[in-house]
């Protein structure tokens, strides 16, 4: 198996400004994850597809953030109008249907 | 209380010796748990998972499980400069969130000293 893969790995953006972060899942894992991780802390969940549906989002996924599985594969993450906190590095994970998560390289986004 | 809670460190042993990484969980509910090791820069790699009390090995690694005592261990063996990195605590499935989403604690930095 290839793994998980993101991309892009880094992003510098302007407060304001969207960003769109793409996530290609392990082939035939059915489940995909997305979290996001500050400095010094674990990765927090943000939202989980099963195939296309979007099962899960966390109370930390405001309405400026949205995702996407269109036809269950790879998935998008976006990000509208971006914030100073948005800083962090955004982890995308996939599994089948055994629980564990195998994670992605990540994308590092910063908001200046 | 965190749900997940880990000694942040650092913990530093000396090349050779058994590294022992402690986590505590909050939430009878959860019934998976998992280690992920996280070099700098880097993204978490899956060390091990455990699911039912005792032990489990792999290698230099052993995870341990008390459910009744709401804890987990990650033992180390033969430590090696290569295991230097940060160590995280997840578990599957609180009351809180989602059945299938990781709670991660904050992590455990570990230095190997040569």
């Known amino acids: 198996d290839t793994g998980v893969s993101q991309d892009p790995r880094h992003k510098i953006t302007k407060r304001g400004q969207n960003v769109t972060f793409r996530c290609d899942p392990i082939?035939?894992?059915?489940?995909l994850y997305w979290y996001r991780q500050t400095l010094g802390q674990g990765p927090e969940f943000l939202t989980y597809?099963?195939?296309?549906?979007?099962?899960?989002k966390s109370r930390l996924l405001s309405d400026r953030f949205s995702a996407e599985r269109p036809k269950g594969s790879f998935s998008t993450l976006e990000i509208q109008r971006t914030e100073q906190g948005d800083s962090a590095m955004y982890l995308c994970?996939?599994?089948?249907?055994?629980?564990?998560?195998?994670f992605g390289p990540g994308t590092r986004l910063t908001v200046l | 209380q965190k749900e997940v809670e880990q000694n942040s460190g650092p913990l530093s042993v000396p090349e050779g010796a058994i590294a022992s990484l402690n986590c505590t969980y909050s939430?009878?509910?959860?019934?998976?748990f998992f280690w992920y090791r996280q070099y700098s820069g880097k993204s978490p790699e899956l060390i091990m998972s455990i699911y039912s009390n005792g032990d489990k090995e792999d290698g230099r690694f052993t995870a341990q499980l008390n459910k009744a005592s709401q804890y987990v261990s990650l033992l180390i063996r033969d430590s090696q400069p290569s295991d230097s990195a940060t160590y995280l605590c997840a578990v599957m499935g609180t009351s809180s969130g989602s059945a299938r989403q990781l709670t991660f604690g904050s992590g455990t930095q570990l230095t190997v000293l040569p």
């Open positions: 597809f099963q195939n296309e549906a979007q099962l899960e």
């Open positions: 082939s035939e894992h059915n489940r």
């Open positions: 939430d009878r509910v959860s019934q998976s």
């Open positions: 994970a996939s599994s089948r249907a055994t629980d564990t998560q195998y």
